[in-house]
């Protein structure tokens, strides 16, 4: 090989070198940039919870927040956290079972309630009852009360019915609780129904018992 050729070569070389250096230096830097918006995230929805009581404790977790962070609006973050509380007040979750009846999709609230109630199950025969019933009332095709979910998300579970896990509805419960939080939730706060929840509370002295109002 003539010396220039090494030369080029070696050039080459410490080129290649220094551009994954800096493709390594980037991706570092983006990995950084994404654990600070989660934190920064958390943060807030941290804020949110030491001004508003009866939050889930579900909606802080970072699988969570890294479902909402595909939406930069804050208005999202901020309905995830209000429909946190809502869904855990008993007055507040009938008014809006109420309000989804009304509008024809109270089957993503009770897929969502059913959720709940399967992740806390523990024995192994229930499991597979009860993630047999939520399968087939709300994820197979024609179920009764078909959830709107993604093919692959209905696939995944599909394909692990079988063995279901205590985990095996979480992508799905995510989905509808997102949905929820940009679709549903603004028009109940728009709605007839929020409006009484709010005067009932105006017109008494109780305790607040829902926190968005």
């Known amino acids: 090989m003539a010396w220039s050729e090494s ?12 551009s994954q250096q800096k493709q390594d230096t980037l991706e570092g830097q983006t990995a950084e940039l994404q654990k600070v ?15 508003e009581t009866n939050f889930s404790k579900h909606l802080i977790d970072n699988v969570v927040l890294t ?16 429909i946190g509380g809502l869904l855990q007040s008993g007055v ?16 993503n609230i009770e897929f969502w309630l059913a959720c709940e109630d399967y992740k806390k199950t523990r024995s192994s025969t229930k499991i597979m009852s009860k993630a047999r019933k939520i399968y087939s009332e709300f994820i197979e095709n ?11 998300t209905r696939d995944t579970i599909s394909k692990n019915i079988s063995q ?13 609780l997102r949905l929820m939080a940009k679709d549903s939730f603004p028009r109940f706060l728009r709605s007839d129904a929020y409006k009484e ?5 105006q017109n008494g002295n109780q305790k607040r018992w829902l926190s968005f109002l």
């Open 7 to 18: 030369v080029d070569t070696l050039l080459a070389s410490k080129d290649t070198r220094k």
């Open 37 to 51: 918006k989660v934190s920064l995230i958390k943060d807030k929805v941290m804020a949110h919870t030491k001004m």
């Open 67 to 82: 479902r909402f962070m595909e939406y930069s609006d804050s208005e999202i973050l901020h309905r995830a956290t209000l």
């Open 92 to 107: 507040g979750l009938a008014a809006f079972r109420a309000f989804l009846k009304s509008e024809f999709s109270e089957e």
């Open 142 to 152: 024609e179920a009764p009360k078909e959830i709107n979910i993604d093919f692959k």
């Open 164 to 176: 279901p896990t205590v985990a095996c509805f979480d992508e799905a419960q995510k989905i509808i």
């Open 197 to 201: 929840l709010r005067e009932k509370q």
